[in-house]
């Protein structure tokens, strides 16, 4: 697929041409409202479809391959001692770098407290103009149905163990298909080696077949990449980012530190690699990622890259990818610890440091539920900020921007399970493949 170079420039010259132009047709359309129409009509009929056939023949894929990719790992690894260890180095690299990721939010927040003397006239016209929003989102926050010790088991269990499967999945809820793959996979590994053998390669084919689409799918990249970024940025509220570029600047910044410190001293103290050239090599990853804000949509993208050019074995990247992108969302719990700072800190609360300890469980815990689509994350922002008794209707502050800083999470959020990939791999026997 993205054997050659230059399909990876070409990606990211359609992500910058189509930021520029969508820029300029909204910098060309600001207050006049026949040109805001014609560049309406462009984005609704031209640029909105092409992006949405491209995302969707991503998304086509995701659940065959999840299951396929999975479940061949653990089959093929065994219920071994070798799966176990692989298994709990992935579980505690999630964990670790998902809790640093809001902890360095609260911190940063509380350094530079972007929410304190925030206009109180933008702060009410943010919440009125997006009130509407904000109620549609309270309707899909599960913490709104939660009451009492019932109320939380059976949140768990949908989670993980819905009554309907299928159904979760539809949902995009993928962590129950992730158990059911990691059980098949796991069933399978104790057949008889002639059985097993014929199931991996069925399932080998799966995946295979998938990637063959994927492959079809990423020749449209260059073009529909510009095309989904041109309706993001030509619909931009420019003056909002300007009003919100206090906290907008403290979550990019700390988007940048992920990527450009936290995960190179990773790559180079645990998987022994250059951060460099790993970096380059993940370009058409972190193009998916940030044009289509979705981790699902990003993961046949990132399960191909780490097998054809960062020398990541099969039975890790098939293994730690799918899982990834499902649970370890690094970028999204330091959006969502610094969006409760925030909202706090406009309305003028002091969140104790027990509060904030409760914070970051939740943040880690909603990061693991978010499901890897762009705005996953609201519904459960709102419960976290229900539970620690921050105003949920505050969430309308951001929701404006919500656009821009969902592309950058998601880049963090896929980076986040592909070096976690290269430090797993780096400690896997040789003989396994
Ligand atoms: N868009 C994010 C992802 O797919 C989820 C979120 O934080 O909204 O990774």
Known sequence: MQGSASKHWRILLGLALGAVVGLLANAWSQGDTSRERVIAWIGDWIAYPIGQVFLRLLFLVVVPLVFAALAAS??????????????????VLFLLTTGFSVVLGLSAMHLIAPGRGFDPATSEALLKAFSGEVQALAGKTPAASVEGAKGVVNLVLEMFL???????VTQMQMLPLILFSLLFGAAIGVQTLQRRERVVAALDAVSDAMVWIVDRAMRLAPVAVACLIFVSTSRFGLPLLGKLSAFVGVVIGLYLVQLFVLYPVLLAALAGR????????CLPILATAFSTSSSNATLPTSIEVCERNLGIRPAVASFVLPLGA???MNGTALFEGC???FVAQVFGME???????VVVVLCVISAIGV??????SLPLLMGVMAQVGVPVEGIALVLGVDRLLDMGRTVVNVMGDVVTA???????????T
């Open 351 to 357: 969140l104790s440091l027990a509060q904030q300890a």
């Open 162 to 168: 819905p009554r309907n499967m299928l159904a979760a």
């Open 422 to 432: 290269a430090c797993v791999e780096s400690r896997l026997p040789p003989d396994v």
């Open 371 to 376: 499901a890897g689509v762009p705005g996953g």
């Open 339 to 341: 969006v409760v700072l």
């Open 326 to 328: 499902t649970v370890n």
């Open 274 to 281: 250059a951060p460099a050239p790993f970096l380059r090599n």
């Open 74 to 91: 653990v089959a093929r690894i065994g219920t071994t001692g070798v799966m176990g260890r692989m298994g709990v180095r992935t579980a």
